[in-house]
């Protein structure tokens, strides 16, 4: 399986820290019966008392109203939902890669199920996303030295 790259919005909202938060933004979404692939919550290290949703995707008619019902809006944070089979070093290789061409990585989140892995990278810009698309592929198709 070689490595797919794609554009991707996230939709986010911040949200209090607290118990069920999450289940309260996922209600709508799950009523109108999106199929999401990324799905992220996280605190706010050193402010306890805040967080953050991210899911991915929002594109159906019924899942945009359910998103915004949600209070969620599209991330203007440019993104990219990477997948391919695992390896070996393949993290390091894809971060070193940017790290070179100068792009800094706003966040990434990356998980290996059996063999494949599937990530999702934020940058600074629209520039650097597009750029890493063509480093990333680069770094995927590398064999390990």
Do not use: C
Request: charged share 20%; hydrophobic share 50%.
């Amino acid at each position: 399986m070689a490595v797919t790259i794609k554009k991707i919005v996230l939709w986010r909202r911040e949200v209090e820290n607290r118990p069920g938060a999450l289940a309260s933004a996922l209600a709508s979404l799950a009523r109108a019966g999106a199929d999401l692939q990324v799905v992220m919550a996280y605190r706010y290290p050193g402010e306890e008392s805040n967080a953050a949703i991210e899911l991915y995707p929002v594109t159906a008619k019924k899942s945009v109203a359910a998103a915004q019902e949600a209070g969620l809006i599209a991330s203007s944070t440019p993104a990219l939902l990477v997948e391919g089979v695992n390896r070996p070093g393949l993290g390091h290789a894809i971060s070193q890669a940017l790290a070179d061409a100068g792009i800094n990585i706003d966040f990434l989140v990356g998980q290996v199920v059996g063999r494949k892995y599937s990530a999702a990278l934020g940058f600074d810009s629209e520039a650097d996303a597009t750029e890493a698309v063509t480093l990333i592929r680069k770094a995927a198709a590398a064999k390990k030295r």
